[in-house]
């Protein structure tokens, strides 16, 4: 990767308070909204958007934490479908399809803290076990008749983690040299 690309740092505002849909009714009970938006709903949902956020779609951009300066939420590289080499398009391929078929074994981890409190599944490597922690038990109970599929799907887990690995690991290498030259 070249030192010579552009990187965007981006400070972010936080918008604590924000609700994309604040007139639907939610039932915090069971954590979901009560209906869906209304086309009008929507778009002044749109509005909002549309005033307080920007979408960020192209280039190299790190986000910083905007309680903290000296913390990165994230480091993106967007590169457009037609720039991918054929191995970057098998591994995005090979991660997809591990993760559309682990669904199956993960439970789906809620939250209503989300814009419209939806449900992802979550794979990951797990810090600790902190109170009000977001990833719980987030392997499925499935029947023994399904445990070959399960362990034939998690060993490879091992690809998936060296493909992540290296994409993070290219990453990082840039932003430290990136880093390095910026602070000479």
């Not at 209304?38 to 949902?45: G, I, L």
């Not at 981890?109 to 810090?127: C, D, H, L, Q, Y």
Request: charge should be positive; charged fraction near 25%.
């Amino acid at each position: 990767m070249s030192t010579l690309k552009s990187i965007r740092w981006q400070r972010l505002r936080y918008y604590p308070k924000t609700r994309l849909y604040p007139t639907v009714p939610f039932d915090k009970e069971k954590d979901k909204p009560l209906r869906h938006p209304t086309p009008d709903e929507v778009s002044k949902a749109c509005e909002l958007v549309d005033r307080k956020f920007f979408l960020m779609n192209f280039g190299r951009v790190v986000l910083v934490d905007p309680n903290d300066e000296d913390s990165v939420i994230a480091v993106m590289e967007f590169t457009p479908w037609d720039q991918l080499t054929e191995t970057d398009k098998e591994n995005l391929n090979f991660i997809s399809t591990f993760l559309h078929q682990s669904k199956e074994f993960v439970n789906p981890v809620g939250s209503s803290t989300r814009s419209w409190g939806g449900k992802m599944w979550g794979i990951g490597w797990r810090k600790s076990q902190d109170f009000m922690q977001k990833f719980g038990r987030y392997i499925k109970a499935f029947p023994p008749s399904k445990m070959e599929k399960f362990d034939k799907l998690f060993q490879q887990s091992k690809l998936l983690g060296e493909i992540l690995g290296n994409y993070y690991k290219t990453q990082s290498q840039f932003l430290f040299t990136s880093s390095h030259f910026h602070y000479r």
